[in-house]
């Protein structure tokens, strides 16, 4: 079975920067896109960024374009989101998924997704 485990997120004042990993197993990674959402407390899973199979496109959220930075590394089966200058309202748990098929900025057309790790923001 295909496992996504997520790891780099923790406390961050505003304005610092976090660096998360997101290392697949059980899966030809390099055949898929990959995606980061995000989710707060009583809110919508919601897009972040997108990174195609052979990373030569990266989407973002647009709100977010500018500060984080999505990459990948198929050598590791490992995709990064890079935050910078984050805020407090980047608090929330950010997943990583594997795509499968339609609309990449949905949920619904990812496959498998990872267990999450927070990310908090202090101001």
């Known amino acids: 079975q295909v496992q996504l485990v997520e790891s780099g997120g923790g406390l961050v004042q505003t304005g610092g920067s976090l660096r998360l990993s997101c290392a697949a197993s059980?899966?030809?990674?390099?055949?898929?896109?990959m995606g980061w959402f995000r989710q707060a407390p009583g809110k919508e899973r919601e897009f972040v960024a997108a990174?195609?199979?052979?990373?030569?496109?990266?989407y973002y959220r647009e709100s977010l374009a500018g500060r984080f930075f999505i990459d990948r590394d198929d050598a590791k089966s490992t995709v990064y989101l890079q935050m910078n200058s984050l805020k407090p309202e980047d608090t929330a748990v950010y997943y990583c998924a594997e795509h499968r098929s339609g609309n990449f900025r949905v949920r619904a057309s990812y496959e498998y997704w990872g267990q999450g790790t927070q990310v908090t923001v202090s101001s």
């Open positions: 990174i195609s199979r052979t990373g030569a496109s990266k």
């Open positions: 059980g899966s030809t990674f390099s055949n898929y896109m």
